[in-house]
C-alpha cells in the first residue's frame, strides 16, 4: 500500500547527518519512515532521479506541485520542514537567539564532523571497527566472503579521504585537543540547562548530537575520551535520540539577557578553531586555489579548499546582515571576546 504520509528517507546508522535528521523528526513528532541504505540503490526503485550529489540522508519530499522528488542537505531540509509542519519548532523565536543557533548547527554540521571522520578512520582501532560494522548496518546478514570484501575496501577509501577534512599527523593532537575542549564546555554547559540555549533543543542541539551518536554510540577512541570527560554529553546523546515525549513551551528558549555564562566555553570553541577554517576556507575558494593553510591553535593546518563551507560563511553573514540593529547588537554582545566576532567584520 502507497504511504504518502510518511516522509520517507533513505540514510545509515553510521552517518551522522542521518541521526540529526531521525532525531529531530522524533522530537518534532513529523511521521516518518527511514529506508537503512544507499540512496543510488533505493531512488531508482522509487522511480526518481538521484541528487547530485548523493548524500546520507536523501530525503524524499514534495515539491510545489507536489511531484516527490530526492533532496539533500540538513540545514535547508530542516527549514523546509518547518514550513510544513510549524508545531515543536526547532527554530528560536528570538532573531537574535536564532542567529546563534544558526552558528551553533553549522559548528555541528561541520566542525564537530571533524572529530567524527578524524576518529572513524585515523587511529587503527576505530577504522577495524568501522570497516566490521558499516556494511553489516547495510545488510546483516551479508554472507562473510563479502563481508570481508567490503571490510577492506570501505576503511581504504575512507583513510584516502581524510586529507581532505584536514586530519593527519600533523592536525591529529589539534583535532583531539579541540575535541576535548569541547567535551569540557558541554559538560559544564550541561549542568547549567538541558540544551544549547534553553529547556528546548534548536537545530544547534540537533547538529552537534548527529555527530555525538558516533563520537560516544559507535567509534571506540572518542567515546572513551566522553566517557572520560563529560559523562553529561554521553547521557544527553541518549536522551537527545528521542524527545517526542518533550513539551516544549515558547518561554522555554534562553532570555539574551540572561544566557548561561557555560554557553561562552562552547562559542570560544567555535571562534577558536572553526573561524579560522572557515575564513581560511573562503579566501582560498575565492583566490581559486585548491588547497589552503593557516595556523589554527598554534599548528600549521593545511586541507583542500571546501566551496560548500565558503557558502557556509556567505549564509552565515547573510542571516547577520537580515537582523534588525537592536538583535545584531544583542548577537554582538553574546559573540564578544569568543573569537567568533571575526566571522561577520565583512572581510569575507
Ligand atoms: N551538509 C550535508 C552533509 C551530508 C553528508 O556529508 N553526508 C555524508 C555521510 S554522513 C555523505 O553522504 N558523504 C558522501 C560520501 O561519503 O560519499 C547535510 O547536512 O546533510
Partial sequence: MKDSRNIQLIGAVGSPYTRKMLSLLRYRRIPHKITWGQPELVIPTLGLELPKPVL??????????????????STPIIR???????????????????????????????????????????????????????????????????????????????????????????????????????????????KAQPYMLGNRPGAGDFAMVGQLTQLVGFDPTPRAIAHELSPRTVAWTSLMEDLSGLEPGADDWNSTNEMPATLRGIL???????????LANSRAVQAGEKTWEAEIDGALWT??????????????????????????????????????????????
Fill in 80 to 190: 523546509r520542514l518547518e514550513a510544513m509542519s510549524p508545531d515543536r519548532s526547532v527554530l528560536p523565536i528570538d532573531p537574535a537567539l536564532a542567529f546563534i543557533d544558526y552558528l551553533l548547527e553549522d559548528f555541528g554540521d561541520e566542525w564537530v564532523t571533524k572529530y567524527m571522520f578524524h576518529y572513524r578512520w585515523h587511529p587503527q582501532a576505530d577504522a577495524d571497527n568501522a570497516g566490521t560494522l558499516l556494511p553489516l548496518h547495510f545488510r546483516v546478514n551479508l554472507p562473510p566472503e563479502q563481508h570481508e570484501q567490503m571490510k577492506n575496501m570501505i576503511p581504504e577509501r575512507q583513510i584516502s579521504r581524510l586529507y581532505v577534512v584536514g586530519s593527519n599527523d600533523a592536525t591529529a593532537p589539534i583535532i583531539d585537543a579541540s575535541y576535548r575542549r569541547y567535551l569540557q564546555a558541554m559538560e559544564a554547559h550541561l
Fill in 268 to 278: 570560544t570553541e567555535v571562534g577558536r578553531m572553526y573561524v579560522p577554517a572557515l
Fill in 303 to 348: 586541507q583542500q579548499s571546501f566551496p560548500y563551507q565558503a557558502k557556509c560563511l556567505k549564509w552565515i553573514n547573510e542571516q547577520y546582515q537580515a537582523l534588525g540593529t537592536e538583535d545584531r547588537a544583542r548577537v554582538d554582545g553574546i559573540l564578544a571576546g569568543t573569537g567568533c566576532e571575526a566571522l561577520l567584520l565583512g572581510n569575507v
Fill in 56 to 73: 546520507l540522508p536523501t530525503f524524499i519530499l514534495p515539491e510545489a506541485n507536489g511531484d516527490l522528488k530526492a533532496v539533500t542537505d
